[in-house]
């Protein structure tokens, strides 16, 4: 069994990594901590884990978390990096939900973030947590920056149009919509019910800090130079999100030939599903589970190839993807404890 | 493994039902019928699940169901009861998600149901299916009638207090809301999205076809005559049930002993979570998952009782009761496949 | 032209008040004021008020509130009682949306609200303010409490039967659901969308301050002892009001003799609509309008009716009620500036 | 005053028209058809309009539409282009919500929406219903085609860019998002609480209706040949309608030029709010006004211009723009009866 100890636990990553682990069969939860809710069961936060998880959050000076195999931050960007040396040093293996090891290029983590990033050692053997894309490194890694959710779905739409070289990667578009748990479980007037539902309305457009992260990893898939432009939405939704993906063709290309180069690329990926061309995925297709759906159109025949992705941002674009390294990083299969059916209706 | 054959899979119970039984460990999905869709796989119609269930929709003329060892109707009133009697000749168990094997009160059935009751010589042998009440005969029983998701609510609410004989069985009070998926998956007006978010209502308030079931269940278990009073309403939510049940005392009896009562009564019940006194569950602490919670509440600590039960109508209140009757039929551990943790938020 | 302060205006009651009275037509919107906001335009915080309000919110102490004819008060409870004197000493009148002016008994103003009431002088004069029935008091008063929402509901819905003393009023029961907007606009967890949408539940149940204030009135209505036992829930919906009113009928009365005692009430109330008996009134018919709607109900001919009540909890439950008062106040058509058409879908 | 007829007066954007023109100060609302309904008070199908619409739905037959000065057609696509010929012979003007006289190109019409166009004569001095853009031909029209809501936001967002020449007509992009009601009231499973709500999808996104509408439109300001990309979306919400557009700049052009483009075209109307340059506009600040509001955002400022439009889809979107185009045929102030404030929260 491997023990596992989560840092942060009272956010909704945090409560998504127990509804996950709470079944995993090779998992035992160890330590959760919480500096405010020292002493409180984890179920009395979550009535929704009643008789599932036992254990009590505990302040992070009370919580052993060097005697884990593995400790997860759901924790604010920051936090990670002032831990992970510690525990490292005591064999501990690191998974970071935010950001602090995401960027290999400190001075942009540090614009988009504003704050120095005190942890360039260990970032430098960071490995990027996405595990269509880097699954090798993964399996070795000590500490993983797990990928942002709209990173995640830009990514996996772009990489097999990126890497056959068929598309201008100077004028990338994504247009991506997320569910309003993606902006966390904090006292916020922006979030609250009568504010964020029956509407609809776009944010961060001059700017967000999921573009340089997803520039960076896009441009290790082609020479040439990327460019993206990146609009986020909030949906009135709970979980949930839809990437709608533009890309010139630069290259005289069938259908065929662009639903085949997708085919192919995720072939053996049980956590993506290339739909048939033309099909319309709906986040609820994947929700409450690990998967991501996506499906490729062209428009009146033309030059522009529009792809469309779908996944559940808490689970593939967060808690259920770190679940994925984990398993990959002891030797574990794959899919162990993430085979969740979505919810529908 | 179990051969089981769903009657009519197009509709929201049918879905639930595919979801659970596609990863229940003891069970292979044999056949599921629909007339209007014969051949199309499940997965075209419902994405979600793509990749978990591998069969089409075959018409009923087409379906092997005799071949089964158990038969699910997921169908309107009055299906199951026409194929019921060649199933069971065939040695097949029958489990109807509909009212057909509900009401032994033939009379009220066609009341209410506005149908003759073709087949009441296999109603006569049908078990009501609420484990926590009648699991004995569950455990024999070839023809389960599931109960609808109001009663269920109500039943395990009421219940400890009609055994105990505590309260007054004569003016019994619930004030239930429901989630719309409750109303199917139907093309109707009223239950558009545009009708049914944001607004609130009560429907059927004169008269239901679930108080006379209710009502013919409690008074097995208690001698004085029930008299329940039953107003269903219908919530801008998907899945989800409430239920405010008002009880008067009418002994001198202390809260803590009423706890006690309820802690007693379903001390072994995996499903039944009888919540700290003063507590308030809500719905989406069951969402997706088997788990029914109820608390008490004694206001201005005077005669009357109020108890809070929520579960998931689709699950709890339907197929998951369905499927876990079926594993009381087959002798498995009554959880077998049933350990989802609910999804929240 | 009536001038017009607001005093904390930043919450949902205060940006109702500003919808409303920007086309009153007797009103000049002349001071509104925000500790934290000062100078900002109110415009800014609301956007759909742009075009509309042209001034900006003032700190208090700026305000020249002493020059109004009037002033609302959409402020948290204690605040109108701290400054209604100096108001009333200078000829303005005031309506408070909060509780200060609404319980005559003082006792249970101050254990339901926690703070000591400082403005006794003031409150023995002060007049609730529900026109429909408290009209002629309303109109010469100079201090309005205005009533709860919940109140609002209860009172319309029950005060016929009391006043005709055709019900038990020892056992009344409202069980009665609300909009996530009455929780007003406070960055708190609870009423975060991802908290408070696809779920239901019951809050406040073993006690709420709206029980003594609606008892106290209801009392004025009947000479017999009155018990409300009372219980609200939160809806997934940002406006919108359901009380579902049981009441014990204690004579013989017909279905036809008890809808005409609600007719005859409230023939002359342009706010008050009573639907044809058995109908079952929707919250969003009432939607950004100073309706209510109510329908009466007896199931199985019963001795228990069932009153079903609907209002928009920001509009009637709060600032149209207080815009109601107002026109009474100043000797204007009551329906003045409030003809709005519900908003529906 | 107008004595104004409805064809199809029991979709949303019938129920529309009835909600704006019951307060209008100018209109008689003389007479409502429905096949289906007809004798039924229009107030008993929408309960929201009781005290506030009189009449009843007759039968096409029956009502006297050649009586009326102006008649609205809020059916479906082709209704209006069989009755419009005999109401102008009878000199009453004729306002079609639907598709009948928005495309002058015939051929596209009859692609697009699949039927023959029967009434090319009228179709030839239609005119395209939107005041910003058209407002002279409006005034004289005798049959107005009243722009689809979508068309309505990319016609607003590109329009100022196109006149002046500083972008690139042939890479227009538009994704768009849409509230349920656009929809229509149709008895759809795609369409149900259940199916669309907490879920996001894009549809039709190979081709769809609105291109061919728009591009005709768009084509009218520029030399340079129009190539418009259209993603429409299914959001979750009951009104509102969201565009995020992308359009190349060709020219060296500031953001304060940009948005002083912007600010000329719009400063005299009333409908159309022009916010500050890197505004993020909500749908909900326009529900259930005729405000159309946009902002303009140059992320990194580079290449690509981003503009942000907003409106109600049922009232700037159809049922009000429609009322706009009324009120200049017929001489009045455009505003009148429009000047509904914006329902928030």
Redesign the interface.
């Known amino acids: 069994m491997i023990k596992v100890g989560i840092v942060g636990g009272t956010g909704?990553t945090g409560?998504e990594l127990l509804?996950i682990l709470?079944?995993h069969p090779e998992v035992e939860l160890t330590a959760i901590t919480s500096r405010k809710e020292d002493g409180l069961p984890v179920a009395d936060m979550?009535?929704?884990?009643?008789?599932?998880v036992g254990i009590a959050f505990s302040s992070p000076d009370k919580a052993k978390l060097t005697d884990c195999d593995v400790v997860f931050f759901a924790t604010p960007h920051g936090v990670a990096m002032a831990q992970a040396p510690e525990l490292l040093a005591a064999g501990v293996k690191v998974i970071d939900l935010a950001a602090d090891f995401r960027l290999q290029d400190v001075a942009q983590f540090e614009k988009w973030y504003g704050i120095p990033h005190t942890c360039q050692d260990v970032l430098k053997e960071a490995v990027y947590g996405l595990p269509e894309l880097n699954r090798d490194a993964i399996k070795t890694a000590r500490v993983i920056g797990n990928p942002g959710c709209y990173p995640t779905t830009m990514q996996l739409g772009f990489a097999p149009l990126l890497k056959a070289g068929v598309i201008d990667a100077g004028s990338l578009?994504a247009?991506c919509?997320s569910?309003?748990?993606g902006?966390g479980?904090?006292?916020?007037?922006g979030?609250?019910?009568?504010?964020?539902?029956?509407?609809?309305?776009?944010?961060g457009?001059?700017?967000h800090r999921h573009t340089p992260e997803t520039t960076e990893q896009l441009q290790r898939l082609t020479a040439e130079p990327v460019?993206l432009?990146?609009?986020p939405?909030l949906?009135?939704?709970?979980?949930?999100m839809?990437s709608?993906l533009?890309a010139k063709l630069k290259t005289d290309i069938s259908n065929e030939a662009l639903q085949a180069l997708f085919e192919d690329a995720y072939k053996d990926e049980?956590f993506v599903?290339v739909?048939p061309f033309?099909s319309?995925?709906?986040?609820?297709?994947?929700?409450?589970?690990n998967?991501l759906?996506l499906a490729l159109?062209?428009?009146?025949n033309?030059k522009?190839l529009?792809i469309?992705v779908?996944q559940d941002n808490l689970v593939k674009g967060a808690s259920g993807q770190a679940v994925q390294c984990m398993n990959l990083m002891f030797g574990l299969a794959e899919n162990t404890g993430l085979?969740?059916?979505?919810?529908?209706?």
Chains 1, 2, 3, 4 share one sequence.
Request: no cysteine.
């Open positions: 909704y409560v509804r709470s079944t979550y009535p929704s884990l009643r008789g599932k578009i247009d919509k569910g309003v748990s902006a479980r904090k006292a916020e007037i979030i609250l019910f009568s504010e964020a539902s029956d509407t609809f309305k776009a944010y457009v001059s700017g460019e432009l990146f609009t939405h949906v009135p939704m709970i979980r949930g839809h709608t533009y049980e599903d739909m033309g319309h995925p709906e986040t609820r297709s994947t929700r409450a589970s998967m759906r159109h062209r428009p009146g033309g522009t529009v469309l779908v085979q969740h059916v979505p919810v529908m209706p």
